[in-house]
């Protein structure tokens, strides 16, 4: 039963060895020269520290919702590719209008200038 | 795998399809010239409903299949689908006028119709839950959309704020009664469920009594009953009215047609449990629906809380669990869609340059200056009193008779005393039309074409029910038959 494991021991042991590695020898070989963009908090390359009811571009919710779609038709279609043997026709009809339906949506996006930024 | 037949989701393939096919063409219209968003929408809805009637009459067409166990076109779906395509198709046509005088004739208003359309449908086609909660999504998200799309107003966005907070959570019930029921039966399937609550150990009863709770909660929500009827006036006041018509006349039917499909279909054996609490609701619905209505003075707002109270009646035909009661729902829920349609329609129509007949001083007078128009909403307004030789006497004729037969004498007759109540609130309007002097100048617009004809349609749809009632009567004991 647990020896099973042990692989997955030897990955976490290499993935925790190579971070440490890493953080500790660029530590002892890099030279700092800190700058005040340098030494900042980081996050996402926006200010870290300032409100929090900033206004943002709506541009950025509807890319969001854009990539949800794409994001939700690829996590459909590798489950789909899978069983696609067993499904044959009906699947390809399925799948046909999955995709149509959602082809659609992103032409009336893109033409509508969605993701014109 | 088994052959699937799919004709059963022919008619909501072609609005879907067509759905696309406007949203593509208002996107590839150049600026300047106008998409034909209503012709392409009456043609692909007119195209639906010709299936859906020729399914109905014909058996050869698909009549009775199933799709691989989750979506049905037996009688019961089909009479829905003949209802709710009828009722996109006239709001359609009400619609072009009401925005070219409110702003933003799109294309994209079409199109969520019509989405919001294919989950009407299939909310009352699915026969397995996972089916139905899709529909009930597809349908609501778009009606979400479909509130806000007077940009301008921040009525319009507050009801689609309002309704998309109180709807998301009115479908976490839904889901959860949903997955106490599959817990209970080991599926989602309608059919699977029944049989599991039917044979269900002592110890599983209290799952399946929480379960069809939770269902009564996320039905009740959408159907508007109290007391998850709050979000009920705001948004049918802030929506564009054309889209308040959609949703007082079509979520309510194919809501009430998911609600009948599992609680008559699939939970019978549990009917006493759930019985006595939907008559509790009931009573408290018509109660409170009529008393709230009778305070308002914006006409919208009173017909939001009347359709509340419409929403205590149909429940009242619900507690006899017969396939009497649900012909009595049917029934009824055609001769208040297109009441429904017609008023907010008529209202939507006289619309004049952002501004809409809605309070008493608005429609004083009309019946002098417009003759046909207070003539029209004096029968839609009858019919929703419940006074004879309108579809809405017999329909409540039916209901309560529904529910004295199931022993239910007490919940009659408070009907029948909230009715009486209503009469004040309805006809103080007609009483307005016809006995006040006008006020100011005739600042509405006159219906076109279009509107008159969904107008037309209502009024014949409201007349014919109430003086022959029998046809309609027949196909929706025909659709219960199917049901039960």
Request: proline letters at 5%; charged letters at 10%.
């Amino acid at each position: 039963m647990l020896p099973v494991y042990v692989p997955i021991l030897i990955l976490a042991v290499v993935a925790i060895g190579f971070a440490a590695f890493t953080i500790v020898a660029s530590h002892l070989l890099g030279q700092p020269r800190p700058t005040d963009a340098k030494s900042a908090v980081y996050e996402c390359g926006m200010p870290a520290i300032g409100t929090a009811r900033e206004r943002f571009p709506i541009k950025f919710y509807l890319v969001c919702m854009i990539f949800i779609l794409l994001d939700v038709d690829a996590a459909f279609l590798y489950p789909w590719a899978l069983i696609y043997p067993q499904l044959g026709w009906f699947g390809f009809v399925e799948m046909l209008v999955f995709m149509t339906l959602l082809g659609g949506g992103f032409a009336y996006a893109w033409k509508v200038g969605a993701l014109d930024w | 795998m088994p052959a699937v037949d799919l004709r059963p989701l022919l008619p909501a393939l072609i609005v879907a399809v067509t759905a696309l096919v406007v949203l593509l063409a208002q996107a590839f219209t150049p600026k300047g010239s106008r998409s034909p968003s209503m012709g392409l929408t009456v043609t692909g809805l007119a195209g639906a409903l010709l299936l859906s009637l020729t399914m109905a009459s014909d058996g050869r067409y698909g009549r009775g299949a199933n799709t691989g166990g989750s979506v049905v076109a037996d009688d019961f779906t089909l009479f829905f689908h003949v209802l709710l395509i009828g009722l996109a198709l006239m709001a359609a046509l009400l619609s072009p006028a009401y925005y070219r005088e409110n702003g933003g004739d799109r294309g994209e208003y079409y199109s969520l119709m019509m989405f919001s359309l294919v989950g009407m449908l299939g909310l009352v086609s699915a026969t397995e839950m996972i089916s139905m909660f899709v529909a009930l999504e597809i349908m609501s998200v778009a009606l979400y959309a479909l509130c806000g799309t007077r940009r301008d107003q921040v009525e319009s966005q507050e009801a689609a704020l309002k309704y998309f907070v109180t709807g998301a959570f009115a479908s976490a019930f839904l889901l959860f009664g949903m997955a106490l029921l599959y817990g209970l039966s080991g599926s989602t399937s309608l059919a699977r469920v029944a049989r599991g609550v039917a044979t269900a150990t002592p110890e599983q009863i209290p799952l399946a009594v929480l379960g069809c709770g939770l269902l009564i909660v996320g039905f009740g929500f959408k159907v508007a009953s109290v007391p998850f009827h709050m979000w009920t006036p705001d948004v049918y006041e802030g929506a564009p009215t054309t889209v308040t018509a959609l949703m007082a006349a079509g979520v309510k039917a194919a809501s009430f047609g998911a609600f009948l499909r599992v609680f008559l279909g699939s939970l019978p054996t549990l009917r006493e449990e759930w019985v006595p609490a939907l008559a509790a609701l009931a009573a408290i619905t018509m109660v409170i629906g009529n008393l709230g209505a009778l305070a308002q003075s914006n006409l919208k707002r009173m017909l939001a809380f009347s359709s509340v109270a419409h929403a205590g009646y149909l429940m009242t035909g619900m507690v006899g669990t017969t396939e009497a009661s649900a012909q009595a729902i049917l029934f009824y829920l055609v001769a208040y869609g297109a009441v429904n349609m017609g008023t907010f329609g008529l209202i939507a129509s006289l619309s004049k340059g952002g501004r809409e007949p809605l309070s008493l001083q608005d429609v004083a007078g009309l019946g002098a200056r417009r003759p046909a128009i207070a003539a029209s909403l004096t029968v839609f307004l009858i019919s929703l009193t419940g006074i004879p030789i309108s579809g809405g006497f017999v329909g409540k004729f039916y209901l309560f008779g529904a529910a004295v037969n199931a022993g239910y004498t007490g919940l009659a007759i408070i009907g029948v005393l909230m009715s009486v109540v209503s009469a004040y609130y309805y006809l103080r309007v007609v009483v307005a039309m016809y006995m006040r002097e006008p006020e100011g100048e005739d600042v509405w617009s006159t219906p076109e074409a279009p509107g008159r004809l969904a107008a037309l349609i209502a009024v014949a749809v409201t007349l014919g029910l109430g003086i022959w009632p029998a046809p309609v009567l027949d196909l929706a004991r025909a659709a219960a038959l199917s049901l039960l």
